[in-house]
């Protein structure tokens, strides 16, 4: 993976819609316009938002129950990226070090989000998989569009 | 805790209701009126669901995750104790061993089994947690009660 392409989060937003499901945004510092976006499972929103201080969970997710086992072994994590899409679904990966060595395993992004939040490892995510935000003007021809297509 | 108190499971369930939701049911070998019985939420069922061969999921779930960080490090699990209920909550541990040393951490039941059964390590649980199945005498005598109580 080439770094160069990796952009570094800065926040992360919850937001939770009825209609739409429970969202995860991830965003560059300071930028207003384009985001990174994904949906994901009760369980993995809950995970983030207990990360984020928005929710104390009188048990321990299934995240907390590893850490806390993680932290009793000498396991240095590294950071989380965030590097494609493919067939609707995002992949992850999370690096850390054993031994000297560094390694890495395959995760879904909402879990690699979690234990990014919960060890303060950076969160990167390939530039390519950002979107802008649509203009009022965009929504109203989107809109449109969508009237004029049958389904 | 006095391990004469906890009672091996050998066979494992899962049942969903749509009106009760997800139930894993744990059994002695050969037993067939006692049981223990708890109401989990979607993705520890999934997690259980997997590890007992009945879903198969396109991505690595959150044990996933960290079974194969924890595959890379020195660490043997050793059993899980589901041990107590207090304020109508399980309450589970999971033992391991680091560096020849036995450690425990708090859990989750559902969570404990699924690592259970990952790992292939025993499953315990205190006999006084166990139900009986009710008799259809009791049961009819159950409604019958429910009818006379007002709500």
């Given at each position: 993976m080439n770094t160069s392409e990796l952009i570094t989060i800065k926040e992360v937003f919850l937001e939770s819609d009825p209609n739409r499901g429970n969202m995860v945004i991830l965003k560059q510092?300071?930028?207003?316009d384009r985001f990174f976006m994904m949906f994901v499972g009760d369980a993995e929103f809950a995970a983030i938002a207990k990360e984020n201080g928005l929710v104390e969970p009188k048990r321990p997710l299934t995240h907390d129950l590893y850490l806390s086992i993680l932290a009793k072994l000498q396991v240095d994590f590294l950071r989380i990226e965030i590097y494609e899409m493919r067939q609707e679904t995002y992949y992850a990966s999370v690096y850390f070090r054993v031994d000297g060595t560094e390694q890495s395993v395959d995760s879904r992004p909402s879990d690699a989000v979690a234990l990014a939040l919960n060890r303060k490892i950076p969160i990167l995510v390939n530039q390519s998989l950002f979107r802008r935000r649509l203009s009022k003007e965009e929504i109203t021809e989107y809109e449109g569009l969508l009237k004029s297509v049958k389904f």
């Amino acid at each position: 993976m080439n770094t160069s392409e990796l952009i570094t989060i800065k926040e992360v937003f919850l937001e939770s819609d009825p209609n739409r499901g429970n969202m995860v945004i991830l965003k560059q510092e300071g930028e207003k316009d384009r985001f990174f976006m994904m949906f994901v499972g009760d369980a993995e929103f809950a995970a983030i938002a207990k990360e984020n201080g928005l929710v104390e969970p009188k048990r321990p997710l299934t995240h907390d129950l590893y850490l806390s086992i993680l932290a009793k072994l000498q396991v240095d994590f590294l950071r989380i990226e965030i590097y494609e899409m493919r067939q609707e679904t995002y992949y992850a990966s999370v690096y850390f070090r054993v031994d000297g060595t560094e390694q890495s395993v395959d995760s879904r992004p909402s879990d690699a989000v979690a234990l990014a939040l919960n060890r303060k490892i950076p969160i990167l995510v390939n530039q390519s998989l950002f979107r802008r935000r649509l203009s009022k003007e965009e929504i109203t021809e989107y809109e449109g569009l969508l009237k004029s297509v049958k389904f």
